[in-house]
């Protein structure tokens, strides 16, 4: 079957740099998409990795490492908005975007 | 408007009533998508229309029924619900099969 294993919930303080992780087992595979969701709020894009490697956009920066079917979105200098649930999703190439089940990120002051 | 707006966003229905769910986005896109939100499951693809045509469909029950008039417009036709069908329904748009979606804030659906 196909799947995205993440952590089911993160707790880290203000300032500080949280790692979620995400490792998929996907029958095919053209990218490693990572969303935000806040409480009642639309899921909205963070970045894409095609490549592996490190993309960085801001505070926010997602790995990929394709041989290793694993990536992780990294957040530094947390703040309290980024407190919200996460989701890797893997994109196939056609029209299917699988997701995870999503991380929830706890900020605390 | 901008990005994807969704219609309404709550919905309450018997078992025996007919609704629909409206999605309407302001991007351009060509591509729009309906995907089931349930607590602490991953989002389930639904269904897939490109170019008005419906190029993916998950092996959904078939008391749930979508259209596309066009590029737009997408709708979810409900009949005969069940109450596990009780989630959140997010539809999401994108340029052909583009890397990243715009998501509509979703209707909250409680199957009664």
């Known amino acids: 079957g196909q799947s995205l294993e993440q952590p089911s919930e993160v707790t880290a303080v203000e300032g500080a740099i949280v790692q979620i992780n995400c490792t998929y087992q996907?029958?095919?595979?053209?990218?490693l998409s990572w969303y935000q969701q806040h409480d009642g709020g639309a899921p909205t894009f963070l970045s894409y990795?095609?490549?592996?490697g490190l993309e960085e956009t801001g505070r926010f920066s997602s790995f990929l490492s394709r041989s290793d079917s694993y990536g992780y979105l990294l957040l530094q200098e947390l703040q309290m908005k980024d407190s919200a649930s996460y989701f890797c999703?893997?994109?196939?190439?056609?029209?299917?975007?699988?997701f995870g089940a999503g991380t929830r990120l706890f900020v605390k002051a | 408007e901008t990005g994807v707006t969704q219609t309404p966003r709550h919905l309450v229905m018997g078992m025996t009533n007919k609704k629909s769910l409206k999605c309407e986005q302001h991007?351009?896109?060509?591509?729009m998508y309906w995907y089931k939100q349930s607590a602490k499951k991953p989002l389930e693809l639904m269904f897939v229309?490109?170019?008005?045509?419906?190029?993916e469909n998950n092996s959904v029950p078939s008391r749930f029924s979508p259209e596309c008039p066009n590029s737009s417009h997408l709708f979810l036709h409900l009949h005969t619900l069940q109450p596990e069908d009780s989630a959140l329904y997010l539809c999401?748009?994108?340029?052909?099969?583009?890397?990243?979606?715009?998501f509509g804030s979703g209707t909250r659906l409680t199957v009664v």
């Open positions: 999401a748009s994108s340029q052909d099969r583009g890397r990243d979606y715009t």
């Open positions: 996907t029958s095919g595979f053209y990218g």
């Open positions: 990795n095609g490549l592996d």
């Open positions: 999703a893997v994109k196939d190439g056609g029209f299917k975007t699988i």
């Open positions: 991007l351009g896109h060509n591509a």
């Open positions: 229309y490109s170019l008005e045509e419906r190029v």
